[in-house]
């Protein structure tokens, strides 16, 4: 099972940017898709961004051209830059790795964002 580890959440005045980071670790692993999810309050979970291994990339529509998901294969390493935030982004993150065609969750980073 591969560990993966997000961070960067916080609190954020609207308008702001945060950039949220994931990394997947195990002795021996080779990561597809990374990306993120996200559950706000009242509201369903849903998927923010992805990214194949080759670079291909999705996001949820109310996201784009504001997010921007990027990785570092080497480092088994994902990021998030998030910007021009609204309060409707606020929510708790989920990163996920895709491991031999299974999903490995993080813990999940609450990003708060306030008017």
């Known amino acids: 099972q591969v560990q993966v580890v997000e961070s960067g959440g916080g609190l954020v005045q609207a308008g702001g940017s945060l950039r949220l980071s994931c990394v997947a670790s195990?002795?021996?692993?080779?990561?597809?898709?990374m990306g993120w999810y996200r559950q706000g309050p009242g509201k369903q979970r849903e998927l923010v961004a992805g990214?194949?291994?080759?670079?291909?990339?999705r996001y949820a529509e109310s996201v784009k051209g504001r997010f921007a998901i990027s990785r570092d294969n080497n480092k088994n390493t994902a990021y998030l830059q998030m910007n021009d935030l609204k309060l409707e982004d606020t929510a708790v993150y989920f990163c996920?790795?895709?491991?031999?065609?299974?999903?490995?969750w993080g813990q999940g980073t609450q990003v708060t964002v306030s008017s």
């Open positions: 996920y790795a895709g491991v031999s065609e299974t999903n490995c």
């Open positions: 195990g002795p021996r692993f080779s990561i597809d898709g």
């Open positions: 990214m194949s291994r080759g670079g291909s990339t």
